[in-house]
């Protein structure tokens, strides 16, 4: 009923019309009805005949009723007792045809003839019963319903052999003849093969293997490996597919042996075109603890972002990955920007980085100059002009920054308060030292050395430094005194 | 007797990104029967609008038909669709991962939609495409902002942008809604709210929040619909924030809720009470606070016992009586115990993105290429 519907088709449209048999398609609904096993809507048929109160037609319909059903073959009456009322019916069938009651119609001689199985009848009405496997069942129906399913092959020919002039085999019917003869393997084969879509031949495998249907040793791999490589196969056809790719991760998740190395491998090629899409595949890596995809996708996205001068953007993915080495990175681009243009960018990120700042070194540096910068213009000298000097002596400072960073303690030295103390003070001569000594090195060596700009500059912070030290002695002695 | 939540499947072979009811009309007292739904990641996206309704001729066996809904009209989409609202009742506006916006006009004599205008590379990295991630409206001003942290402001009655707001935000922004009818709140993938006065003519935000500690993106906001300084926020990690724009820096409550990033967050706009969230995860969330402290009293002025659940007994001076204190919202409420969280979806593995609550009927559009359609009990 589900694969043939034209019976029902045309048994619908008929029921329709007022004078059905006047239709061309009466009789050969009737066929196709009786053919499928569909007794009650053939009888129905018949009784709108004009001609139904003749002998004929009612002995007819009387047989049709009489029809033994097999409804449950498990709530009593066994298969032997149906087969038992099955031979005496066909046999009264048998008698009412040789008693020659339906020779007036031709029609319905056929159809008693059906019911009677006679092999010759049914290459008669083969087109009602196309293709071979219909005419298969219709067969079976009427010579053998009780028929062992291994037994069906002896029909197969006969039904073969009547199509054989019109139709050519195709290969849905080799795997159906497999299926008949209940040829697991042969099927998966010729499955994989013929169907363009592995849909099929993943989900029958994966079945057959829960049921414990498929014999290990007989397959090459053993069943599980077997019905994995089929589901890995229609995962990849999924993971190549522009939106079907998340089903696939899901076939993927079953795979017990291969699954998760070839998710991996899978996830790399996945476009990422947008940050929503990135991020829902950073949860399936995450999901399943996929360290190394969830970094190269946090890398790939934040280098991206570097390219298109979005450093905010790629710095939440840095951090989010914790890659010290991008972070880093980014951090000398905004210390770079600063020291360029004597502005920061992207303020609105670095000022609440909060403790991921802490993630690498030059971000903290960054972090804390910031922090500088802030408590300066809040006023806070005193907090400011701390932690300018612990940043030099923490050496957190890359060393071409220390020129900036000393230049910036000019406008606290210039102050009319005492901002650093004493030691303070010899710690920042010690520092310039350090630096100018370096890069007087640096120049004999290559050649490199201040702008005169910058050399100026020192003087002026050598000369103030020079000038806070003794106010700076001289403040603390006197405190001591008092 | 508790009704049972009803709800139905309906597949449409594109995952969905988006899906919006249609405002229902002021005039009448019926709600909204039409939504509309964007899809992503297809090579063909397409705006769909459905239509959800009871028959005429409804018998009782036929209630689960009236959840399943109908396709009235579709059309064509160049790129994701990652924003998607109406403006006014029959025009959709729609914002794309190629960067532009574009206006579909809905012909209800026709029943066919199509774009009334497209603002193309609204969004942009110099001339490379860069997706815009949200939009809000407001009357006939869109706001839409993008990867390239640019705001845009729209109006859907002028071909040029009215501003815009370069380097509005250093990271992406991932979504946007209106407070007032002219001050905009955003949230961003570094975990900051900023909210934007779009008539000042600077481009900085008027307030800036963050939760301290690490900084993980926020990906959706909503605002209560009765008070516009209560904001409701989904985080990346799964996290429902509450946030009292008035108050501290900081949120007011971080409620831990789903496994994965939380996508969208709803207030229903009716009954504020209601709180829907939906995530990565697959999850739909109900909250509802009806139950919590009802009446919490805020000030410290009041002589007498505490507050207790309903009709207080305390002696107030007739001062209090009209409004001197207020009560405190249930959703800023410090005891939370007692609300009550339900989900709302079983069995569903693929992401939801995008949800949408009118009176009673919920949609959800998922990464499952499905349309789920609920409809919930009566609520308090």
Known sequence: KLHFITAGRLFDDLMKEEQPESKTTYWDTIFRLVLQ????????????????????????????????????????????????????????CQRNYEEQKFSINPNLETVVRILCGEDAVFSEV???????????????????????????????????????????????????????????YQVIKDSRTVFSNGWFVAHLTDLLHHCGQLDSHRLQFGSDLQRE????????????????????VSYLDHCAEFGRKYLELYLDHIPLDSEKKANKILKICEDRNMTEQAKSICKVM????????????????????????????????????????????????????????????????????????????????????DLLLALLQARLAPKQFWITLLIDALPLLEKTELIFSSQQTRELMKCLEELTTEYKLGKKRDGLGFTEARKDQLDVLKLALSRNLPKAILQEGTVNLL | MADSIQSFVKFVSRKISKIKWQPSQKQTLECSDTFVTGSWDDEKNKICLWHLGMQESMERDEMDDALEPALKCEADHNGDVTGLEYVGSDVIVASSSTGSVALYKHHTSSQTMGIQYKWQC?????????????????????????????????????????????????????????????????????????????????????????????????????RHPGQPHIVATGSGDGVLGIWDLRQEKSPVSLLEAHNGPVWEVK?????????FTCSEDGAVWHWDSSLVGASHMVQTQITGTGAGSGGANFSVNPSFQFGGSETLNKWLSPDNSKMEINSLIDDNILPVNSVDIESQTLLCGTDSESIITIRLPSMR
């Open chain 1, 302 to 385: 934040g280098m991206r972002c570097i390219r298109n001068k979005r450093l905010g953007a790629a710095l939440t993915w840095f951090l989010r990955s914790k890659d010290v080495g991008f972070a880093t990175v980014l951090a000398e681009k905004y210390l770079l920007e600063y020291s360029e243009s004597g502005e920061f960018t992207n303020l609105d990120l670095i000022d609440y980085l909060g403790p991921s700042m802490l993630l690498s070194n030059r971000l903290t540096f960054l972090g804390k100059y910031r922090e500088f910068h802030k408590l300066y213009s809040e006023g806070e000298y005193h907090a400011a002009g």
């Open chain 1, 37 to 92: 096993g569909q007794i009650e809507k053939a009888c129905r048929l018949l009784s709108l005949h004009s001609a139904r109160q003749t002998d004929d037609f009612q002995t007819l319909i009387n047989l049709l009723k009489r029809m033994p059903q097999l409804s449950n073959v498990y709530k009593g009456s066994s298969v032997a007792e149906f087969d038992m009322k099955w031979r005496h019916w066909r046999d009264e």
């Open chain 2, 122 to 222: 609204l969004h942009s990295h110099g001339n490379h495409l860069c997706p815009c991630t949200c939009l809000a409206v407001r009357d006939k001003t869109i706001v839409t902002a993008g990867e390239d942290g640019k705001m845009v402001v729209l109006s859907a009655e002028q071909k040029s942008p009215q501003r815009i707001i370069e380097n509005a935000d250093s990271s992406t922004i991932n979504g946007l809604v209106f407070l007032r009818h002219t001050e905009v709140i955003s949230v961003n993938s570094s975990g900051q709210l900023k909210t934007y006065d779009l008539r000042s003519s600077s481009d900085a935000p008027a307030q800036t929040l963050s939760v301290s500690g690490e900084l993980t993106s926020l990906h959706s906001v909503d």
């Open chain 1, 229 to 248: 490589f089929l589901l890995l196969e229609y995962a990849g056809s999924l993971m190549s597919h522009h939106s079907l790719w998340i089903v696939g």
């Open chain 2, 267 to 275: 207030f229903h706009k009716t009954n504020s009470d209601h709180l």
């Open chain 1, 126 to 184: 083969k087109d009602c019963c196309d293709p071979w496997y219909h005419m298969l069942i219709s067969k079976a129906l009427y010579q053998d319903p009780t028929v062992k399913a291994c037994d069906l092959h002896y029909y197969i020919q006969g039904c073969q052999d009547a199509y054989r002039s019109t139709t050519r085999l195709g290969e849905l019917d080799s795997i159906l003849l497999s299926a008949l003869e209940s040829d697991v």
